[in-house]
């Protein structure tokens, strides 16, 4: 019997697996794909992440400290900061490569091969892949659920799945571009309420073309193609779009007797942008070190399993709160409220504070949405076109932290 098996070779699955065989355990990791790392991503990756996971200089197509807003009206808007915030990643390479070290470490991997069920007794955990119509059964002390998002794996595990009531879906597609210097954000109705669209250049005058939404997806993302062809951004798209789930809330329980849930399928991501590469390498180091103890105390039962959800609420938990607050906010302004708070945003003072502040990090975006909330001016546009900041601002004072329920 094996130590562990991991369902699903995404950055979560990847690391969890390289720490796990690290530490000496054996570990099996099962991905229905045949290409490790092939799923729909922009690639973008912040400074922490970076840091903390570095990419080699062949994965990076290019570090990013300037953005363009394109607000409601066409209106555009630079935003530019001395530093690198952000680096436009090969997410195939980047990804595989924490998978070949994980082999190299010892774990095995089973490509092609789709886990179709996951039983859990006292003894053990008994797993069920297919495979070219033939059905194989493994067996493993632990598992892991890392297979992002939307999957019927997580109800057999006995772990949380909310991800059906919150979420946003994400599409994608390709364009070559003539100039594009830099990523491009899209807000206003007309990319749909609540949503955001972004052009983000990679290699050889390629940018991918997304759009993120609250609601169903209904027309939006060919009205942005066409609206972007007559503009004049690129003359066609490149291949058909793909869209897929974003989970925006964690999908609690992450552990049960001899399980865990890690990366989207634990619903860890950063809620503004839906950004979840970070935060899977994050929760898969965490739900490794939490096994590696459970493993050599020869005790896999939730109660001790349950250090795993404490250390990740503990580092995440109002990073993702405070991430879900600003977001409801921003779908719940119109068109014109967009337009004011993002020209008050670029006045020169604001723009200082905030903006090119230290506190603007692409991967922790808590310190910012403090700020923006407590800023003498920028604080009090939000109050008007959105009251309930009032009353969180006025926690805030009271009790010294930004708790959001
Ligand atoms: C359009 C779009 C753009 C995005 N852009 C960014 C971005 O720029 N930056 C960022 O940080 N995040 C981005 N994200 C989010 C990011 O892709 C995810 O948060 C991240 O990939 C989650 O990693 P994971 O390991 O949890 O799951 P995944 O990367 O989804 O990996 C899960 C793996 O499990 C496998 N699997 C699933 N079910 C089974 C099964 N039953 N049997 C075997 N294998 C299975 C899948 O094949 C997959 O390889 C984007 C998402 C979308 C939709």
Do not use: H, W, Y
């Given at each position: 019997m094996r130590d562990v098996i991991i369902i699903g070779a995404g950055p979560s699955g990847n690391i969890a697996a390289l720490n796990v065989a690290k530490a000496g355990f054996s570990v099996e990791v099962y991905d229905w794909?045949?290409?490790?790392?092939?799923?729909?991503?922009?690639g973008i990756i912040g400074q922490s992440c970076y840091k903390e996971y570095p990419p080699t200089k062949s994965q990076i197509y290019r570090s990013t400290s300037s953005a363009t807003i394109v607000a409601p009206s066409g209106k555009n808007y630079l935003i530019n900061n001395s530093?690198?915030?952000a680096y436009i990643i090969d997410r195939i390479s980047y990804i595989e490569a924490f998978a070949i070290k994980a082999v190299d470490a010892g774990a095995t991997y089973h490509l092609?091969?789709?886990?179709v069920s996951v039983e859990i007794t006292d003894k053990e955990v008994t797993v069920r892949s297919e495979f070219n119509g033939h059905t194989e059964v493994s067996t493993s002390k632990a598992v892991v659920?890392?297979?992002?998002?939307?999957?019927?794996l997580l109800k057999m595990a006995g772990l949380g799945n909310d991800e059906n009531k919150n979420f946003l879906t994400g599409c994608q597609t390709a364009v070559q571009t003539d100039d594009l210097s830099r990523a491009t954000v899209f807000l206003g109705s007309q990319i749909g309420h609540g949503s955001f669209g972004w052009l983000v250049p990679t290699k050889h005058n390629q940018a991918l073309l997304g759009l993120a939404t609250?609601?169903?997806?209904?027309?939006q993302m060919d009205s942005l193609i066409k609206h972007l062809i007559n503009k004049g951004y690129f003359k066609k798209t490149e291949y058909p779009i793909r869209k897929w789930g974003i989970p925006v809330n964690p999908s609690t329980p992450t552990y049960n007797n001899r399980a865990l849930s890690i990366g989207d399928a634990a619903g860890l991501t950063k809620p503004t942008t839906g950004g979840g590469i970070y935060y899977s390498l994050i929760s898969g180091e965490l739900a490794a070190k939490a096994l590696i103890n459970a493993l050599k105390e020869e005790d896999l039962s939730a109660k001790q399993l349950r250090l795993y959800e404490v250390a990740w609420k503990s580092l995440l938990s109002n990073e993702i709160k405070l991430g879900n607050f600003a977001r409801r906010m921003f779908e719940s302004i119109k068109d014109s409220q967009i337009e004011f708070l993002i020209s008050k945003l670029m006045t020169d003072d604001v723009r200082g504070d905030l903006?090119?502040?230290?506190?603007?990090s692409f991967d922790w975006h808590s310190g910012i949405i403090k700020e923006a909330v407590m800023h003498t001016v920028f604080g009090k546009c939000l109050n008007i076109l959105t009251p309930e900041f009032t009353r969180q601002k006025s926690d805030m004072r009271s009790t010294g932290s930004f708790e959001v329920a």
């Open positions: 794909r045949t290409k490790i790392g092939d799923k729909l991503c922009t530093n690198p915030q092609g091969k789709k886990i659920v890392a297979t992002g998002f939307g999957s019927p609250p609601r169903k997806l209904n027309g903006l090119e502040s230290n506190s603007v």
